[in-house]
């Protein structure tokens, strides 16, 4: 009898090739030339000098996810995932000013609520995940979200960067979340390179000052969202410009 082909292997996962491109990674990273040298790491003082400058332009900056407590936070946050802030405000608005806690998600169920967030991409799992995290949610932790970085990454879809987006904004805690902004920026000025988000968060652990760390990761994304964007970086209207290390960047503003 003839035997079954063995299926190849699949390769480690990796960040996909275009988003390293467009994080425009610094020479440290990348295959190096012959005589190509890496880009002089931030000094605390230069670092010191950027979160000043984000913190003078936006003392309290804040998420743009629209939600109503830590728990619709949590539920922003996974429906999230692959999708824009605004095409999830446009679906959880109408959607958290009926329900607001897991008790009253469980209530709902599951093809209603697939019917109130189907405008968001992979709405079927993401519906499927909101009601299992809801049943745990309330099976063993009161129906309240836990104050805890191993209990909120148990959650069906929620991951690290889940569980540090809602320590940061619904518990006030020093996180970092990294996601395709940051771990550009990161990796783009020079201020905490990484090959993965894991490294870049880690990276920025490392360098941000404390009195940041709590904004650190809005003032990144919000950088990275609106200035450094992944096309076309708004070098012109940068506030770190003079501080940033990408070769590809253009001139400062003016002063
Ligand atoms: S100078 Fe340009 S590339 Fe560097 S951080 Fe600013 S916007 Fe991004």
Redesign the pocket.
């Known amino acids: 009898m003839a035997r079954k082909a063995t299926p190849p292997k699949k390769p480690p996962r990796r960040a996909p090739a275009a988003e390293l491109t467009r994080a425009?990674r610094i020479p440290a990273r990348r295959p190096k030339a012959p005589g190509a040298r890496p880009p002089r790491p931030w000094s605390a003082a230069e670092v010191e000098e950027a979160f000043r400058r984000f913190r003078v332009a936006d003392p309290e900056p804040k998420g743009e996810l629209a939600h109503v407590n830590p728990y619709t936070l949590l539920v922003a946050v996974v429906l999230s995932a692959q999708a824009t802030d605004a095409g999830v405000n446009k679906a959880t608005r109408p959607l958290f000013a009926q329900v607001d806690t897991p008790a009253k998600m469980l209530t709902l169920g599951e093809e209603r609520l697939r019917d109130a967030i189907k405008t968001i991409g992979l709405y079927r799992n993401k519906a499927k995940n909101v009601i299992e995290l809801s049943r745990r949610l309330v099976a063993e932790h009161g129906g309240e979200v836990p104050r805890d970085r191993a209990a909120l990454e148990a959650l069906p879809g929620v991951g690290r960067k889940t569980a540090n987006v809602v320590l940061n904004i619904a518990f006030g805690e020093p996180t970092i979340a990294v996601d395709t902004h940051i771990f550009r920026?990161g990796n783009?000025?020079g201020l905490a390179p990484g090959l993965t988000p894991f490294e870049v968060e880690m990276a920025l652990e490392t360098v941000v000052p404390e009195p940041y760390k709590r904004h650190a990761h809005h003032w990144l994304i919000l950088?990275?969202r609106y200035?450094?964007?992944a096309r076309k970086?708004?070098?012109e209207?940068?506030?770190?410009?003079?501080?940033?290390?990408?070769p590809?960047?253009?001139a400062?503003p003016t002063p």
Do not use: A, Y
């Open positions: 425009g920026v783009r000025t950088h990275g200035t450094c964007i970086p708004l070098c209207r940068c506030l770190i410009n003079d501080l940033c290390r990408w590809g960047k253009s400062g």
